[in-house]
């Protein structure tokens, strides 16, 4: 996992005008995969979602896309479908076999033309300078200015040919369709999301509309469905349980830190600890360095901690209904590969409701602050594709969002008041354009 050293604009959007409703829902299939449909099918009868927000496409059958792909098969024949829907279509649900993550954005004609061009240079500098380097021959006196030159020239090309690349412009398949309705915008990294719930006016007022997305899927499709039906039976009575935080004493001082580092999203895993337990929820707080061990806590509902990488480690047992997610950088690289060990899909197994992840290295500024996801979650008055889409700050990038999207656990029993959910880390900074 890499920090983000570079400052980060914090923009945000207003609140909610009306209660998220099943016909607000649009539901995306693969043709290519049975279960695909299986799942929406499941989803329309348990949710009351309209027959007609279905829409069906002809899509690899991996988790994976290519961009010409994604471009041509997902994002244009869903602007067509929905052309005449964009004020209804406010929430697009993916389903199980819809691929997950978009390849980079591959170089045009005349930019492989210029890498064709100058690679082999770059390629000759660098073993002229691995030779000068060599240790086991006799220096000549210009060697020294020899080198210097060319890890210039190295480095100079180096830049170039990154520009040309592309690099981090692979992302998330619905975080990519965040941006369904915005004409155009750089692929490398990504875009700063006007939804968020401290987005200025003007950024939300000058940027094209934001699609939430959420995604119905898993190691199984049964597990698909499944995430559905717990989340109608426990909004039914509300979600109850224990809560377990699981930081890594990381101190935080804001003095020079926005808090989208290590320290500020340890503090933010605290501070979710602090305003859930205010809230009158049973909570269980470590801030030891190392992961909790295996069947550390039962009767858990919330869960976050963090940094086992790619490496699930059952620690707790879960109520029907829960919602939990582990911060590390690949933990939804793959939603449905047998015996793979990262988080998410293994958080789906032992029965966790909902979660979310990235399909590649996010930064630790890709994944929501816990304590705003968790604090709206839990106020009762936003679903959980609105509380994650107020608190993700990047579109465009590496996470997703898996479980219902009209899930609403604390709808009967709130534990936080909305005014109670403010910018996290207390003492960071909110920059905004």
Not at 8 to 25: C, H, K, N, S, Y
Not at 256 to 268: F, H, K, L, Q, V
Not at 401 to 414: A, C, S
Request: proline share 8%; glycine share 8%.
């Amino acid at each position: 996992m890499r920090t983000l050293l570079a400052p980060i604009f914090l923009l945000a959007a207003g609140q909610t005008a009306r209660a998220l409703e099943p016909a607000d829902v649009w539901v995306v299939v693969n043709k290519n995969v049975p279960e695909s449909r299986q799942v929406a099918d499941h989803y329309l009868a348990r949710r009351g979602v309209p027959k007609t927000n279905v829409i069906e496409l002809d899509l690899p059958r991996g988790e994976d896309i290519s961009r010409a792909d994604y471009d041509a098969k997902l994002a244009d024949p869903l602007r067509t479908a929905l052309a005449e829907k964009k004020d209804a279509a406010k929430v697009l649900l993916t389903t199980y076999g819809v691929p997950l993550r978009v390849g980079g954005q591959p170089p045009g004609a005349a930019e492989q033309k210029e890498l064709d061009t100058f690679r082999p240079d770059l390629a000759l500098a660098r073993k002229h300078l691995a030779e000068l380097e060599k240790k086991d021959r006799e220096p000549h006196p210009l060697d020294g200015a020899r080198a210097e030159l060319l890890r210039r020239h190295v480095t100079r090309l180096q830049a170039r040919e990154r520009t040309l690349t592309h690099p981090e412009s692979q992302a998330c398949v619905d975080s990519e369709l965040m941006l369904l309705w915005w004409p155009k915008y750089p692929l490398e990294r990504w875009v700063m999301n006007p939804a968020h719930f401290l987005a200025s006016e003007k950024y939300r007022k000058a940027s094209p509309p934001v699609v939430m997305t959420c995604r119905l899927d898993g190691p199984t499709a049964e597990i698909a469905k499944r995430l559905v039906d717990d989340a109608v039976a426990v909004e039914a009575k509300g979600l109850k349980g224990t809560v377990v935080i699981d930081s890594r004493g990381i101190p935080f001082t804001g003095k020079g830190d926005i808090g989208t580092g290590y320290g500020g999203y340890d503090e933010s895993m605290r501070e979710a600890a602090e305003l859930l337990e205010a809230g009158g929820m049973k909570v269980t707080l470590d801030t030891k360095n190392e992961v909790l061990p295996a069947n550390s806590a039962k009767g858990v509902a919330l869960y976050c901690g963090w940094y086992s990488h790619a490496n699930f480690v059952d620690c707790c047992e879960y109520v029907p209904g829960a919602v939990a997610w582990h911060l590390a950088s690949s933990e939804a690289t793959t939603l449905r590969r047998p015996d793979t060990k990262v988080w998410c899909p293994n958080l789906l197994k032992k029965g966790v409701c909902a979660t979310l992840g990235p399909v590649a290295e996010p930064y630790t500024v890709g994944f929501p602050k816990p304590a705003e996801f968790f604090g709206f979650l839990a106020t009762g008055e936003y679903t959980l594709v609105e509380a994650y889409s107020r608190t993700v700050m990047l579109a465009s990038w590496m996470g997703v969002l898996i479980g219902d999207p009209l899930y609403n656990p604390f709808k009967k029993n709130p534990r936080v008041k909305a005014a109670d959910v403010q910018l996290s880390p207390k003492g960071g900074r909110n920059i905004v354009p």
